[in-house]
């Protein structure tokens, strides 16, 4: 392990901003801490802090100059490396006629080719670079599991019935190019419940950089590892020596500390994941889901500051002239009514439904399609749901009165 | 068109051309079929050339600037020169595919999706049960059967649609019934005086064609309601859940897996879909709004 004083972060932000990357971190902006461009330490929210609840986001002013005090706000990485919204193509009709443009030619025949103006445009397929300061563990099982959802893993069923799997361009570009550091949580937020959730609150592996930030009387410094050989090469040009025992203690000591705090309930929340497939499968039924669909306001917060869901719409339009197309892909929700219409209505109208497929999808259906949760325990949908509907205590409610025990009341 | 992905990425490359891109194809022969379904033939407009598909396979179709919808492929997969399409006007894009003629472009992403049993189905006795549009993606599974006519046992269609006009493909039917080993019985809903064949929904005309239930596959395709009938009353009948097929539909915006839109229960029905064995989709099959 290697240690770098707090002057080291600014060198840092400066290398990678040399190296070509468009360096992301924390920001304070409307009264959240959100993820923008950075240009040097003085952007990160310097001795704030997030106090959360379920429904309650508020900010509040450490008694220390922590760089990183925070945990997490409503924004997660995803929206750089799965864009809120991206022009997926343009094209432009040639001469000829086509669809629902009778007018344009009574004629038809030669040339009426979708014109490529190109596959994507610049901008959107050919992103600059970018670095992530200050990705939670959390964060980065976030990003491994979407991962499978837009490349590999993906269609692991339908690879079984010799349908392909494809990857998604925008997020592969994004993905391969981001350097990713990673800063461990030393306290957990109001919400968090990762390490239930087997995804912290220790980065372990999968991040180019790793820091702990060590407040310690009046030392203030970062414990940092390397993670990958990119993240060695960086490494170097930040002046940097290796820790000492009582650094590394104080270190470790830092992220046990949001360990114990989740454990003993202090702080974030638990989740029993013990056959939690089975168990919402076997409850699609459940009284449960008209409770929280009286409370649930289908708003779509949830899944907009997930930092797994992946769900899109895609949008195509034209020009006024008729002469030039568009596609848009756009962030979407499967709270929106919409989300599921076939042709004279949709398929889950009703807010019991809508819910019952996000909460089942994230918790059950996830593993059968990406082997992996959907869930990661970082509790912003709990934080950011008005009405402070907590996954928590929906998936322990549920459990409370499993369909299997409520039969076997029935028969006692 | 280059994509993008280097092969370091964590993410691997499919290798193909960007999949959100249509590729432009021609309307080379538009039939009226009913008074809003028309049926088109398709040749690529690129210069290049199709790529085969199996029965129960659908293609999303783009009508430039208004959008893009899931649509079977309707033709014989022997014959792969030119892929055929069968579309009901039922809204916004539908309707602007529809309106195209001869000569005008359509765009083409595809062919996506999972296929009928062809290879399972061999030896049994077949039934295709279809609903309105739902014969559309049927019609390739049977020009299948008919292809490799010994191989299956008696084939029959049982084909229900609202009223007579709105049957599909009538010259085909027609032809079919003269055919010997097939049984091709036709419902409609609701009459005129002119129609003297059975009037009510599909179920009942199963006990018209001939099938022994320990050998049979069945087909299924059309609205939710008419397979969930259909598979009550082959089950009933004796027929194996994983003997059953039924091509479900779902909204969808990608047809590749990213979209999330056609998910039901843990399939993505663009991919491990639209063909399932009834076995697979029981348990979601009987909740309601899933
Ligand atoms: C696998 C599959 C195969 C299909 N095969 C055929 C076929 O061979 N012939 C045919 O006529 N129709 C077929 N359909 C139905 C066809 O896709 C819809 O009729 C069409 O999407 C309606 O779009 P619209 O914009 O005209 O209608 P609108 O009612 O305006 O629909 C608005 C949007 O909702 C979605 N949508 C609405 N209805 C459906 C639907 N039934 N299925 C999927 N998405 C829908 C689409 O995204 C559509 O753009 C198939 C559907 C699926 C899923
Ligand atoms: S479901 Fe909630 S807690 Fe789980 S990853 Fe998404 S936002 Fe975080
Ligand atoms: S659970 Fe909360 S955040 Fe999610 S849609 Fe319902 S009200 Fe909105
Ligand atoms: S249609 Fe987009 S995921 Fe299936």
């Known amino acids: ?412 | 068109m280059a994509t993008s992905a280097t092969s370091d990425s964590p993410l691997r490359e499919h290798g193909v051309a960007d999949p959100m891109m249509p590729r432009p194809f021609r309307i080379t022969r538009k039939v009226k079929e009913t008074h809003d379904t028309v049926t088109f033939d398709l040749v690529p407009a690129d210069g290049g050339t199709i790529a085969g598909f199996a029965p129960g396979q659908f293609n999303m179709l783009y009508a430039f600037g208004i959008g893009e919808v899931p649509i079977s492929i309707s033709g014989d997969p022997a014959n792969p020169e030119v892929l055929i399409h069968t579309l009901r006007a039922v809204g916004a894009v539908t309707r602007a595919l529809c309106d195209a003629r001869r000569g005008d472009i359509v765009g083409v992403r595809g062919p996506f999706g999972t296929a009928w049993p062809a290879e399972q189905a061999r030896g049994d006795d077949i039934v295709l049960i279809a609903g309105g549009i739902g014969l559309a993606p049927l019609r390739p599974a049977f020009y299948r059967f008919l292809t490799d006519r010994r191989t299956y046992g008696r084939i029959s269609l049982i084909y229900g649609a609202r009223t007579p006009a709105e049957l599909l493909y009538r010259r085909e039917l027609e032809h079919w019934r003269g055919q010997f080993g097939l049984d091709v019985e036709v419902t409609v809903d609701h009459a005129a005086a002119d129609w003297y064949g059975p009037v009510g929904v599909v179920t009942r005309l199963l006990s018209r064609v001939r099938f022994d239930p320990i050998d049979t596959t069945a087909l299924l395709c059309g609205p939710e309601v008419m397979m969930r009938f259909a598979i009550r009353d082959l089950t009933r009948l004796g027929v194996a859940d994983d003997h059953i097929f039924l091509s479900m539909e779902r909204n969808m915006k990608c047809a590749i897996g990213f979209c999330g839109h056609c998910q039901f229960g843990p399939a993505f029905v663009c991919k491990d879909g639209p063909v399932f064995s009834y076995r697979d989709v029981a348990r979601l099959l009987a909740v309601a709004e899933i």
């Open chain 1, 1 to 412: 392990m290697q240690v770098f004083d707090l002057s080291a972060l600014d060198r840092l932000v400066q290398v990678l901003g040399e190296r070509g990357y468009l360096v992301i971190g924390p920001v304070l902006r409307d009264g959240a801490i959100v993820y923008d461009e950075i240009t040097s330490s003085r952007d990160l929210p310097i001795g704030w802090t997030d106090l959360q609840e379920g429904g309650s986001y508020r900010l509040h002013k450490r008694a220390d100059q922590a760089r990183f005090g925070y945990v997490v706000g409503p924004h997660s990485w995803k929206r750089y490396l799965f864009p809120p919204e991206v022009r997926l193509w343009q094209l432009r009709r040639s001469r000829d006629g086509y669809l629902g443009s009778r007018q344009s030619s009574g004629q038809t025949g030669d040339n009426g080719q979708l014109d490529a103006i190109s596959p994507a445009t610049q901008g959107d397929l050919s992103p600059p670079r970018q670095a992530f300061i200050g990705v939670r563990s959390c964060e980065l099982h976030a990003i491994h599991i979407q991962d499978r959802v837009f490349g590999a893993g993906n269609g692991a069923r339908g690879a079984a019935r010799g349908t392909p799997n494809w990857h998604d361009p925008v997020y592969a570009r994004r993905r391969h190019d981001a350097f990713l550091v990673s800063v461990q949580c030393t306290q957990a937020g109001g919400t968090c419940f990762c390490t239930s959730m087997g995804t912290g609150p220790k980065a372990e592996s999968g991040f180019d950089l790793a820091l702990t930030e060590v407040i310690d009387g009046k030392e203030h410094y970062f414990a940092v590892e390397a993670g990958s050989d990119r993240g060695r090469e960086v490494l170097e040009e930040v002046p940097h020596r290796a820790a000492t025992d009582t650094e590394a203690e104080a270190a470790a000591r830092a992220v046990a500390r949001s360990v114990d705090q989740m454990d003993s309930g202090v702080r974030g929340r638990t989740m029993e994941t013990a056959g939690i497939k089975e168990l919402l499968y076997r409850n699609q039924e459940h009284p449960r889901w008209d409770e929280v669909a009286q409370r649930c306001l289908a708003c779509a917060n949830c899944t907009m500051v997930c930092p797994t869901c992946f769900c899109s719409n895609v949008e195509d339009k034209s020009d006024i002239t008729g002469e030039h197309a568009e596609r848009w892909r756009r962030w979407d929700s499967c709270f929106h009514r919409d989300f599921s219409y076939l042709h004279g209505g949709s398929v889950r109208p009703s807010t019991r439904a809508r819910y019952r497929q996000w909460m089942t999808h994230k918790l059950a259906s996830w593993i059968d399609q990406f082997g992996t949760s959907g869930c990661v325990g970082c509790g912003r949908c709990i934080t950011w749901c008005p009405v402070g509907i907590d996954i928590t205590e929906e998936v322990a409610a549920i459990r409370a009165s499993d369909a299997q025990h409520r039969e076997g009341e029935k028969s006692g």
